[in-house]
Nanobody, 114 residues
């Protein structure tokens, strides 16, 4: 299973970015797809995920600003990030849980700076 992310970049505070992730390979059943992030010197943390049933979970830092959406048929997940703050700067990793196994993308850099 391969996860390929796209959409990172440099943005000013208050701006928006949209991250996308596509899973490919031999995929039996994806239970959840989501996003984690890791800032320099910090541990990787959950941003948001969407389950196969359509439910979503957000970190407190993402609530009200980020929107996650998944497409079960296409094995994709997107993260719309609005009102970005400098503290959102991190490498964002796509994650998929398939039959209780975790799969990760290579990461995409998001930098929020004026």
């Amino acid at each position: 299973v391969h996860l390929v992310e796209s959409g990172g970049g440099l943005v000013q505070p208050g701006g928006s970015l949209r991250l996308s992730c596509a899973a490919s390979g031999t995929i039996d059943r994806i239970n959840t797809m989501g996003w984690y992030r890791q800032a320099p010197g910090k541990e990787r943390e959950l941003v948001a995920y969407a389950s196969r049933t359509g439910s979503t979970v957000y970190a407190d830092s993402a609530k009200g600003r980020f929107i996650i959406s998944g497409d079960n048929a296409k094995n994709t997940v997107s993260l719309q990030m609005n009102s970005l703050k400098p503290e959102d700067t991190a490498i964002y990793y796509c994650n998929a849980v398939i039959l209780q196994q975790n799969f990760w993308g290579q990461g995409t850099q998001v930098t929020v700076t004026s």
